[in-house]
């Protein structure tokens, strides 16, 4: 629920943040006749329903466990990841399609200074924001916001090309606006393709990485009366993890001893390893 919290204070604040941005930029694109700088702003603004798309997956991934759903609802929040990065890439490949149009037609007009100082404005705003979603993101383990953070970081990039394209423009190298458009657009669509193969493996079950995996063997090794390590599976199951494991114990301790020892490594796992929603440990008799 902690998590939860976080997760929506950070999406409220770049909510009232786009908002505003938006305004300023499709204001700035009219006045300044710059239609790169309009195009932004309505970039900016379909921001806004991104963020409350996180919203609605953080709200349903961290719903408990119930009846219907009995090891909780954490796999809704990849899906919801999957929509974002999809809305990635469709951005990606629009920014790519205006720019190259824009590249074969030549259709600029000069654009005036304040289109110029909205497209700065845009740039820092949109990087703090990409700075500030993505560790609150990292701290919840959420992707859904990791893909909001990456849109964030999306904008500042389209706003550089923006930025480049008015200069150009307003310098007399009209075809800078729609190159650096496309370049931003290749960067744009490799992030979206990278998230949705994320929030795909995070739905088939992949295994924990290398990384968990070494620290849960360390902490079995490390605990009392574990002789070695049978079996372990690890699964990924939207955030969080479950580990499923055999160890050996001494065939000669009674059921209680073996028992104990069982308890004693789910509650090390658990207890330790932040990630792991459960874990199951079954014991095999070491034959000396």
């Not at 744009?188 to 994320?198: E, P, T, W």
Request: aromatic letters at 6%.
């Amino acid at each position: 629920m902690e998590n939860y919290k976080l997760g929506v204070k950070a999406s409220i604040v770049t909510v009232v943040v786009n908002i505003i941005l938006s305004i300023i930029k499709i204001a700035a694109g009219i006045i300044g006749n710059s239609k790169a700088m309009l195009a932004d702003g309505v970039h900016t603004l379909s921001d806004v329903l991104t963020t409350f798309v996180v919203l609605i997956g953080l709200k349903v991934s961290s719903k408990e466990a119930d009846e219907q759903h009995p090891y909780g609802h954490e796999k809704y929040e990849s899906i919801f990841a999957k929509l974002l990065s999809l809305l990635l890439l469709l951005t990606g490949i629009y920014i790519g399609y205006e720019s190259f149009k824009s590249l074969l037609y030549g259709n600029l007009e000069k654009p005036s200074s304040i289109a110029l100082i909205s497209a700065i404005i845009s740039i820092i705003s949109k990087e703090l924001m990409y700075i500030y979603t993505i560790r609150v993101a990292k701290k919840i383990k959420s992707i859904s916001m990791e893909a909001d953070a990456w849109h964030h970081r999306s904008d500042a990039l389209s706003s550089i090309g923006t930025f480049v394209g008015i200069l150009g423009a307003r310098l007399g190298l009209s075809a800078l606006d729609p190159i650096a458009g496309v370049i931003v657009s290749i960067f744009v669509i490799k992030v979206g393709a990278d998230l949705y193969l994320k929030s795909i493996r995070e739905l088939v079950d992949e295994s924990a990485d290398n990384r968990i995996i070494k620290e849960i063997k360390e902490l079995i090794y490390n605990t009392d009366g574990v002789k070695g390590i049978k079996n372990l599976k690890t699964r990924t199951f939207g955030n969080r993890i479950y580990v499923d494991l055999e160890i050996f114990v001494d065939s000669d301790i009674t059921v209680k001893e073996g028992h104990d020892i069982a308890e004693e490594v789910h509650d090390v796992l658990e207890g330790t390893i932040e990630d792991i929603k459960h874990c199951m440990v079954h014991i095999e008799p070491f034959i000396k």
